[in-house]
C-alpha cells in the first residue's frame, strides 16, 4: 500500500494507474476505521481495479460546539486495516494541503434544500463542509467511483446531488449500512458510549424497524407514528433531535408521487450523537415466481 501526503505525488501515482488502462474506486474518511469503513474498500474492490482511501478530519465540518481535537485519530492501526484489505493508495494530508489558504478563504460547496433540513439544521454549516472537503477531493483523486455508506443517508443524497449539478463524471455508490448483531449502526461514535448507553443504544434502530412494519402494514398517519417514535427514544433515555419519515429520493414529505420511503434519525445518548435509517418500497416488485406456483 502506497501512502501519499502530498496532493501533487497523488496525482502522479494515480495518472500512472490510468495509464495502464486502470479504474479508480475512491473511499473517502475521517479515519478510525471500523468494520463499516472496510465494507466500502471491499465494495471498491470488487468495482475497480485501483482503490484509494483517504484519512483527513476535516475541520470546516465541525460547528463551534463540536470537539474537533476530541476526535479519535488512529493513523497506524487504520493503515493497518486498509492493508490487509488490499488497499492499493491511501491519501492521509493534512489541513494546509486541502486548505492551503486556511478555511476562512476557501470556497465553499453549498448544496440547498438537501443540505438544509435535518442534521443540516440542526449542525448549521455541516453539510458545507462535507461537500466542500469531498468536492476537493474528488478534483483531487478524480475517480471513477466513489463509494459511501448509507448510515450517512442525508449526507449521501446531498453528494449524489451535487455531483449531478456540478456534472462530475463520477458514479457515486451506496453501500448497506453495517450493524452490530444487536442492530446498531457501526460508528466510530460508539466508542463515546458508556456500557449503559450501549445497552440502550439498539433502541434506536429497534424503533426505526417498527415503524417501517407500521407503514408496510398500510398505517399511514406519518405524523402519529413519528410522535410515537419520537416518545419511545425519550422513554428509553435518548434525546431525539429528529425522527422524519420522507420521500428516500428527495428527503421532503411523502406524496403520492413516492416510490420509496425513509424513515430517518438522530438522537443523542448522553453526549453521543446517533444517526440511523431505514427505508421501504411502496411499490414492491411483485414475486411472479410465487405467482406461477414456484417455490
Same mark, same amino acid.
Given at each position: 500500500?502506497?501512502?501519499? #501526503?502530498? %496532493?501533487?505525488?497523488?496525482?502522479?501515482?494515480?495518472?500512472?494507474?490510468?495509464?495502464?488502462?486502470?479504474?479508480?474506486?475512491?473511499?473517502?474518511?475521517?479515519?478510525?476505521?471500523?468494520?463499516?469503513?472496510?465494507?466500502?474498500?471491499?465494495?471498491?474492490?470488487?468495482?475497480? @481495479?485501483?482503490?484509494?482511501?483517504?484519512?483527513?478530519?476535516? =475541520?470546516l465540518q465541525f460547528g463551534p460546539n463540536e470537539d474537533l481535537d476530541a476526535y479519535p485519530r488512529t493513523l497506524a492501526a487504520d493503515k493497518e486495516k486498509l492493508f490487509s484489505e488490499?488497499?492499493?493508495?491511501?491519501?492521509?494530508?493534512?489541513?494546509?494541503?486541502?486548505? =492551503?489558504?486556511?478555511?476562512?478563504?476557501?470556497?465553499?460547496?453549498?448544496?440547498? !434544500?438537501?443540505?438544509?433540513?435535518?442534521?443540516?439544521?440542526?449542525?448549521?454549516?455541516?453539510?458545507?463542509?462535507?461537500?466542500?472537503?469531498? #468536492?476537493?477531493?474528488?478534483?483531487?483523486?478524480?475517480?471513477?467511483?466513489?463509494?459511501?455508506?448509507?448510515?450517512?443517508?442525508?449526507? $449521501? #443524497?446531498?453528494?449524489?446531488?451535487?455531483?449531478?449539478?456540478?456534472?462530475?463524471?463520477?458514479?457515486?455508490?451506496?453501500?448497506?449500512?453495517?450493524? @452490530?448483531?444487536?442492530?446498531?449502526?457501526?460508528? #466510530?461514535?460508539?466508542?463515546?458510549?458508556?456500557?449503559?448507553?450501549?445497552?440502550?443504544?439498539?433502541? $434506536?434502530?429497534?424503533?426505526?424497524?417498527?415503524?417501517? !412494519?407500521?407503514?408496510?402494514?398500510?398505517?399511514?398517519?406519518?405524523?402519529?407514528?413519528? %410522535?410515537?417514535?419520537?416518545?419511545?427514544?425519550?422513554?428509553?433515555?435518548?434525546?431525539?433531535?429528529?425522527?422524519?419519515?420522507?420521500?428516500?429520493?428527495?428527503?421532503? =414529505?411523502?406524496?403520492?408521487?413516492?416510490?420509496?420511503?425513509?424513515?430517518?434519525?438522530?438522537?443523542?445518548?448522553?453526549?453521543?450523537?446517533?444517526?440511523?435509517?431505514?427505508?421501504l418500497s411502496l411499490n414492491p416488485v411483485t414475486d411472479w415466481g410465487m405467482l406461477a406456483g414456484g417455490h
Amino acid at each position: 500500500m502506497r501512502t501519499y #501526503s502530498d %496532493s501533487a505525488q497523488l496525482q502522479s501515482a494515480l495518472r500512472g494507474f490510468r495509464h495502464n488502462g486502470q479504474t479508480v474506486a475512491f473511499v473517502p474518511t475521517m479515519g478510525n476505521l471500523h468494520e463499516g469503513h472496510l465494507a466500502l474498500v471491499r465494495k471498491a474492490r470488487q468495482i475497480c @481495479d485501483v482503490v484509494v482511501v483517504s484519512i483527513f478530519v476535516n =475541520p470546516l465540518q465541525f460547528g463551534p460546539n463540536e470537539d474537533l481535537d476530541a476526535y479519535p485519530r488512529t493513523l497506524a492501526a487504520d493503515k493497518e486495516k486498509l492493508f490487509s484489505e488490499g488497499t492499493q493508495v491511501l491519501y492521509s494530508p493534512d489541513v494546509y494541503d486541502i486548505y =492551503p489558504e486556511g478555511m476562512h478563504a476557501q470556497t465553499i460547496v453549498h448544496v440547498p !434544500e438537501l443540505g438544509d433540513t435535518l442534521c443540516g439544521s440542526s449542525r448549521p454549516g455541516h453539510f458545507d463542509g462535507v461537500t466542500t472537503v469531498v #468536492s476537493k477531493l474528488f478534483n483531487i483523486v478524480q475517480p471513477d467511483v466513489a463509494v459511501f455508506g448509507e448510515k450517512d443517508f442525508q449526507q $449521501l #443524497s446531498i453528494i449524489r446531488k451535487m455531483v449531478r449539478d456540478l456534472c462530475l463524471p463520477i458514479d457515486i455508490i451506496g453501500v448497506s449500512t453495517c450493524r @452490530d448483531e444487536d442492530g446498531l449502526a457501526k460508528s #466510530s461514535r460508539n466508542g463515546y458510549l458508556t456500557f449503559e448507553q450501549r445497552r440502550i443504544a439498539p433502541v $434506536l434502530n429497534q424503533t426505526l424497524n417498527c415503524c417501517r !412494519e407500521a407503514i408496510a402494514c398500510g398505517f399511514d398517519n406519518f405524523l402519529q407514528l413519528e %410522535s410515537h417514535a419520537r416518545m419511545k427514544l425519550l422513554q428509553a433515555g435518548f434525546e431525539p433531535d429528529y425522527f422524519t419519515i420522507c420521500d428516500a429520493r428527495t428527503l421532503r =414529505p411523502v406524496t403520492e408521487d413516492t416510490e420509496e420511503v425513509a424513515i430517518l434519525a438522530a438522537a443523542r445518548l448522553g453526549a453521543t450523537r446517533l444517526i440511523d435509517n431505514v427505508k421501504l418500497s411502496l411499490n414492491p416488485v411483485t414475486d411472479w415466481g410465487m405467482l406461477a406456483g414456484g417455490h
